[in-house]
């Protein structure tokens, strides 16, 4: 072999040595950045994660809406962030659950950003429910839309949206959710029991007597999100 | 001919801030207290919900919430040799109208003056002597200093629950705060904004130049918060929605907020809006006060006798009802002599638009009307004057007040104004750029001055008032040093490119610069220089007090809500101490 050629050879070897570290480095820095996988957050909700995560579908539902009941809040659809911080203070504790506080704190950092992002790319049905007292939802409208003057209460829309449609990415919709559900938020807000958002909220849930609870859920339950959604912008 | 109606002990001119604060104190004294309007009445539930007050067009192009200017404008002019014209659009300034006034729409900028404005002629004739004012210049002392002012600020900070962080506690800087402040006797009473990523940045570029950045006093509250009076305020959630805006969230100190809930229970009180004061009557020695001739929606005109009269208009206003009334001497400036529409002074502006590198994102409408950070560094006499021939400075803060998308789109210079480039240029920057602000004195000179118009007249057939107005020499030269301090800050912060601004000449009104209208009834020592003694008391009608920032002899460095309100609390004490005790002049000329 003579000199030159080996020369040549170590020149072209550097090289795609270099080639390479700049291509891995690249890779690596790539790979820190995790991109929510709605395909891995569909099986999530499906089947759980082995061996302490059960199904989201359990009680979720696999397309979000849940049972109706108002013991589960629907999620489908909701955003993403909200979702991902809601477990993360389930998983911290902030906010005390029971049930899905040992689930979120199986879950990881990349199972929550894909499971959430799941559910929030579903767009599930409203399921049938029983019509509400119209009174009730009158007064509900009222509180949603303009509030009332005098207990100094604000509109609910002012930060929830239009209809409730919610303001992605930090506040969720109201739209379609189910009474029990709200109602019983409220109520732990007022009581000091959930405290994981800001202190709006609070203050807010103690201006509502239980009679104004009632009437807001009822009222929220039975807006028309789909109608909704056709009006909002793209998220 | 006008009704006559049942006599009450007070009437004020105006229920925003200086009227219904007021009317609150001395209804609470056991006086029968009158508010007269001129515009509609309007409270948080339900005029003030989403998603009607955000509706930008309506409010901040079309400024619903100002003066109707259609039948009640101001006529400009820059010097007395031109011919005023009506301002049919308002941009310059933003007079409201309403229950609540001004401190409706306003920002919730909450400053506090510094020592030297209120003794500002003696201090900068002692510091750099006679010369280095401008022939023209005509500024005055106060007659009233900071310490006199001190328990009223804390106590008007306190009853708007004003978020901050004290620099200066009764001489002891604070870490913090701002270091450069005027001593206070303690502590804000909610603790200050989160501070946003813009603000980091300035604060950062300030910083790294030996500055002393703090964050700004807001009065859209960092947490609930209940005031002395028992109101409940919330917490901002910063949506971009405060200047030219009603806060929906009962969360930005306002009238409605944290003094008429209260003052509209009490029995003493009574409101009335849609009454337009067309004059104060005086008795036949022209020394006395009766009372006011208001119209209705009507057009109905109403006499309502009153023993104290308090002119608790817009400032400009407040002027307006004096020369309407004939009290005082107006302001002559061939002469120099008279003294109603004197000293009218505004605030100088400016700033730059600092552009960032597109990876650094600034969410610009997340944002209150006042969670800037800022500096103090070039306010006010804070740094010495002796070379550089002006007197004057403005406070620096990167101050964003909510990305509003007609209002909102930042372009580097050299940027077509409109068409693709255009469009390309805003989306590429709308997210990385901040604004720096610059903002203060406005020096007095002779030159300038309110008057009433000799053409035009309102709906009513009354005259207008005449703005007569320039910005002196002195203060360009003043707001052009700081914009070479504001550019380099700018840099320092990492700009690729930074756009130079402060104030020029001519003064233009067809561009928003500050609603701080201040002086034409200015306080004083001296009837010579002055329509209002120290407490805001006429000289000439000694039951009449025009109270706000119409008494200002020039305005200070900052926006001036925080010394409205000082003055107010200390006019208020000055009638129930000493004037309802014996009625007359507090001051002796």
Avoid at chain 1, 12 to 26: D, E, L, N, Q, R
Wanted: hydrophobic letters at 35%; aromatic letters at 10%.
């Amino acid at each position: 072999m003579s000199r030159g050629r080996t020369i040549r050879r170590v020149l072209a070897t550097t090289a795609v040595a270099s080639i390479g570290a700049v291509w891995v480095a690249h890779a690596v820095a790539e790979s820190l950045i995790h991109h929510p996988d709605v395909g891995s957050g569909a099986v999530i909700a499906a089947q759980g994660v082995a061996p302490s995560v059960p199904a989201c579908a359990q009680c979720h539902a696999y397309d979000g809406a849940s049972d109706g009941s108002g013991a589960f809040p629907r999620i489908a659809g909701q955003s993403a962030s909200y979702l991902a911080k809601e477990l993360r203070d389930f998983a911290s504790g902030v906010r005390a659950n029971a049930v899905m506080t040992p689930i979120a704190k199986a879950l990881s950092p990349d199972e929550i950003a894909d499971v959430t992002a799941y559910y929030a790319s579903v767009n599930a049905p409203y399921l049938p429910l029983a019509s509400p007292d119209p009174m009730l939802t009158k007064r509900g409208e009222q509180l949603a839309k303009i509030g009332d003057g005098t207990k100094d209460l604000q509109s609910c829309n002012n930060c929830h949206g239009p209809g409730g449609a919610g303001e992605p990415p930090a506040i969720p919709y109201l739209a379609g959710q189910y009474a029990h559900y709200i109602a019983f938020q409220l109520t732990m807000w007022q009581r000091g029991i959930r405290n994981n958002s800001p202190d709006a909220m609070a203050d807010i849930a103690k201006r509502l007597d239980a009679q104004d609870i009632a009437a807001v859920a009822a009222y929220f339950q039975q807006v028309d999100a789909s109608v909704l959604a056709a009006t909002q912008p793209m998220k | 001919m006008a009704q006559r109606l049942k006599h009450v002990d007070v009437v004020t001119i105006g229920v925003g801030l200086t009227g219904s604060l007021t009317a609150l104190e001395l209804a609470k004294a056991g006086l029968t207290v009158v508010g007269l309007e001129r515009g509609a009445p309007r409270f948080t539930v339900p005029d003030f919900q989403s998603p009607a007050v955000h509706d930008e067009l309506r409010f901040s192009i079309r400024k619903a919430m100002m003066q109707d200017n259609v039948k009640e404008a101001i006529t400009f002019r820059n010097s007395s040799d031109e011919t005023a014209l009506p301002i049919r659009r308002w941009a310059s300034f933003l007079p409201g109208t309403g229950l609540g006034g001004s401190f409706v729409h306003w920002n919730g900028q909450t400053f506090r003056f510094q020592v030297a404005d209120f003794i500002y002629k003696s201090h900068i004739e002692q510091r750099y002597g006679k010369k280095i004012l401008d022939p023209d210049l005509t500024i005055q002392d106060w007659g009233v200093t900071y310490s006199e002012l001190e328990p009223h600020y804390d106590r008007f900070e306190y009853l708007l629950g004003t978020s901050g962080k004290a620099g200066n506690i009764k001489g002891a800087i604070q870490p913090g705060g701002n270091p450069l402040e005027a001593p206070r006797a303690r502590e804000y009473p909610t603790p200050p904004m989160k501070e946003p990523y813009f603000g980091a940045l300035f604060r950062k570029g300030a910083e790294s130049l030996g500055y002393h950045p703090y964050p700004q006093p807001s009065s859209n509250l960092s947490q609930p918060y209940t005031n002395p009076e028992g109101l409940a305020l919330q917490q901002c959630v910063f949506c971009g929605f405060c200047e030219r805006y009603a806060c929906e969230h009962y969360a930005k100190a306002s009238p409605q907020t944290v003094i008429l809930p209260v003052l509209l229970k009490n029995p003493n009180y009574e409101l009335r809006t849609n009454s337009q004061v067309l004059r104060i009557n005086l008795d036949g020695t022209g020394k006395k006060a009766t009372g006011v001739t208001y119209a209705d929606a009507t057009g109905r005109e109403f006499e309502q006798p009153a023993d104290l009269v308090l002119i608790t208009a817009f400032p400009l206003n407040n002027v307006r009802m004096l020369l309407l009334s004939g009290i005082g001497t107006p302001y002559d400036p061939k002469t120099g002599k008279g003294v109603v529409g004197r000293n009218y002074t505004y605030q100088t502006t400016g700033g730059a638009t600092v552009f960032l590198d597109e990876g650094i994102n600034v969410n610009p409408f997340m944002a209150s009307g006042a969670n800037g950070t800022m500096i103090d560094d070039f306010s006010g006499d804070n740094f010495d004057h002796g070379q550089l021939g002006f007197i004057g400075g403005q406070y620096i803060g990167a101050i964003m007040t909510g990305g509003r998308p007609i209002e909102f789109h930042p372009t580097p210079d050299g940027t077509p104004k409109w068409g693709l480039k255009w469009k390309q240029a805003v989306a590429r920057h709308y997210n990385h750029a901040v604004l720096i602000q610059q903002h203060g004195t406005s020096t007095a000179s002779r030159l300038n001055y309110l008057s009433l118009d000799p053409t035009y007249r309102d709906a009513w057939g009354l005259p207008l008032l005449q703005m007569t107005f320039d910005f002196p020499e002195n203060d360009i030269r003043m707001s052009q040093y700081i914009a070479d301090k504001v550019v380099e800050i700018g840099r320092a912060m990492g700009g690729k490119s930074v756009t130079r601004g402060g104030t020029k000449r001519p003064y233009n009104t067809t561009v928003y610069q500050s609603t701080h209208n201040c002086g034409g009834a200015i306080m004083g020592e001296d009837p010579k220089t002055s329509v209002v003694n120290r407490y805001m008391q006429c000289w000439d009608v000694p039951n009449v007090f025009s109270i706000g920032a119409s008494a200002f002899p020039q305005n200070g460095t900052y926006n001036y809500t925080g010394t409205i309100g000082a003055l107010t609390y200390w006019a208020i004490d000055a009638i129930k101490n000493q004037y309802l005790k014996a009625p007359g002049p507090l001051v002796h000329a």
